[in-house]
């Protein structure tokens, strides 16, 4: 497992060796053609992205941003207008449709809807793949029995989609696209259709797939709190560009895009309680304290630094809210706490928090 | 009613079916990959041949356009050809069949048209040819609907069969005429149409049955 990139260098292209990366885009770019005299639509525009083989990327976006149209581009459901493709060593975007069909039975994907055939049987619908493939009959029976078992549903391999629950639905679909023994799989918003705890399960699935079978997955969402649950990367899209792109527990610690901000105001940490938030003004008045926000990354996440303020400050330090949180199987902690000081003190207390290698802004000030 | 006319009536039936099965099976034949093709072959899709979908969409619309009894004269030359003569229950079934295929081609492109294109971006990312698409998922998925179009079909073809005594075609519309109303025997011509409805209402729930049958999206019972 390879580590190319850090959140400092997001938006940036890093190169990226061809045998780290299971997919990679290269300065790649999708416009649509206009339709009814409109103009024509960018999708994507010279991006630049590497899933590392065996990890689990997560492509967060709003609608509009691109996400679709990248995830397709891994199996040529859509072909770029400018740059390059890569998947496990093969051009996608310079193959036919002969060699795409190839290429796309090396590739499994699920989708938001699941799209199972409402004609065939869990099992029926698992096999599928295979019969398009070509596979014998001896070996498609020999295939599916362990892939329903694998997603739990070993009892329900003669139900119809109709039959079987969202959750159920979506594991019929891993496990049909998982019938080719894929290097790739895509995840197209696959819990988006799906209420909490089923994601959540679904999602363990995921990422249960990814350490036993090796699997890179790419999976693209509008929900922080699936990319949180598996992913190893986390690529921000926003108008067609990767604003950021880094390790989950870096994006998620120290955002640095206003999108990526704004994916996570409503995480844990980065969320204000509502007493607090009405009771923030930006400027300070006569008796009001001046609230700080400290970020409690890794290792740091434990440090004593209220009793450190008090002591070296002799500030009186007033805990307004907190938590601490796991994030990618790492600590984090927020802490927001009232000063009552003046401006040079509270310079030198964020100086202070910095030079401990923690994060501090000033968010306001609470009468 | 003499049993002689009760013979008759049979006879007719039986010519009746015979003729509706015959050119509902060819049209079938013949409208089923025209349906395919009418809704794969549009600008974007599997098959894409936008202005060859335009030409024989053309083609479909004019003979559908085209009134029965009009079209069962206008190819008395054709159906020389075809089979030999041009009166008889032999030579209808070459006019209800040229009838029936586009009907039943656009009845199914709407039924294909109904599936899912979920499904078809998932077949397509399997790996799916084309044809894989159409006969793996498109007709599976479409089946249902299928059933009640040709359903539909047949039931029209019992009504267009009435028609084709203009050409001695024979079979219970021309019975219902010639003897029903041509030589006053209301009772003949009572006994044709209640034949008829029966007909009609065993075709309709044969069809309504098999469909349910074949939907896997409705829950069984």
């Known amino acids: 497992m390879s580590k190319p990139y850090t959140a400092q260098q997001f938006s940036e292209a890093v190169p990226v060796q061809a045998s780290d990366a299971a997919i990679r885009f290269e300065a790649v770019s999708k416009t649509f053609p206009a339709r009814g005299g409109g103009a024509a639509v960018p999708a994507l525009a010279d991006l630049d992205l590497a899933v590392p083989a065996g990890s689990i990327l997560g492509v967060i976006g709003r609608s509009g941003a691109g996400k679709s149209t990248l995830i397709r581009l891994v199996n040529g459901l859509e072909k770029p207008t400018g740059g390059r493709v890569v998947v496990d060593g093969t051009e996608v975007s310079a193959l036919d449709e002969a060699g795409l069909r190839d290429v796309r039975r090396r590739v499994g994907m699920i989708f938001q809807h699941f799209n199972l055939l409402s004609s065939r049987t869990a099992y029926d619908n698992v096999a599928l793949p295979l019969e398009i493939g070509g596979v014998p009959q001896a070996t498609i029976q020999s295939r599916v029995g362990p892939l329903l078992e694998l997603v739990g549903l070993a009892d329900k391999r003669n139900r119809y989609p109709a039959e079987l629950s969202g959750g159920q639905k979506q594991r019929v679909g891993i496990a049909r696209a998982l019938a080719t023994q894929p290097k790739v799989l895509l995840s197209d918003e696959a819990t988006s259709a799906l209420d909490p705890e089923t994601t959540r399960s679904i999602l363990d699935l995921l990422s249960s797939i990814n350490k036993e079978l090796g699997l890179t997955i790419l999976l693209i969402t509008h929900e922080m709190s699936v990319i949180r649950a598996v992913a190893k990367e986390v690529a921000v899209l926003d108008g067609g560009r990767v604003v950021e792109h880094g390790e989950v527990f870096d994006v998620f610690t120290r955002p640095r895009h206003p999108t990526t901000r704004s994916f996570l105001s409503s995480e844990t940490g980065h969320a204000l309680p509502p007493f607090l938030r009405e009771r923030l003004r930006p400027d300070a008045s006569p008796g009001s304290e001046t609230a700080i926000r400290i970020l409690f990354r890794g290792r740091h996440a434990t440090d004593p630094v209220v009793s450190q303020l008090t002591r070296d400050f002799g500030l009186d330090v007033n805990i307004l809210s907190g938590s601490v949180d796991e994030i990618a199987g790492r600590p984090f902690g927020t802490l927001v706490v009232g000063l009552k000081a003046d401006a040079p003190t509270i310079e030198r207390v964020l100086s202070f928090l910095t030079s401990r290698d923690l994060d501090a802004e000033v968010i306001g000030h609470v009468s | ?221």
């Open chain 2, 1 to 221: 009613m003499s049993p002689e006319i009760i013979r008759l009536i049979a006879e007719a039936t039986l010519d009746t079916l015979w003729m509706v099965a015959v050119a509902a099976s060819i049209a079938t034949l013949l409208g089923l990959p025209l349906g395919v093709f009418l809704a794969t072959s549009g600008k974007g899709e599997l098959f894409a041949a936008p202005w060859v979908n335009k030409t024989v969409g053309f083609v479909v619309n004019a003979a559908r356009s085209t009134p029965f009894i009009i079209l069962v004269v206008a190819i008395i030359p054709f159906t020389r050809l075809l089979v030999g003569t041009s009166i008889g229950t032999k030579a209808a079934i070459v006019p209800l069949t040229i009838a029936a295929a586009p009907f039943i081609a656009r009845l199914i492109e709407g039924a294909i048209r109904e599936v899912d294109q979920g499904l078809v971006e998932a077949a397509r990312a399997m790996g799916a040819t084309p044809l894989q698409i159409v006969r793996k998922v498109l007709i599976p998925e479409a089946l249902p609907a299928i059933v009640l179009s040709l359903t539909l079909a047949v039931v029209s073809l019992l009504g267009y069969s009435a028609m084709v005594g203009a050409v001695g075609g024979g079979g219970l519309g021309d019975l219902g005429i010639r003897y029903g109303y041509q030589r006053f025997m209301p009772d003949v011509m009572a006994v044709v149409v209640v034949v008829l409805i029966v007909l009609v209402q065993l075709v309709q729930s044969t069809g309504d049955w098999l469909s349910r049958r074949l939907n896997k999206r409705l829950r069984q019972a």
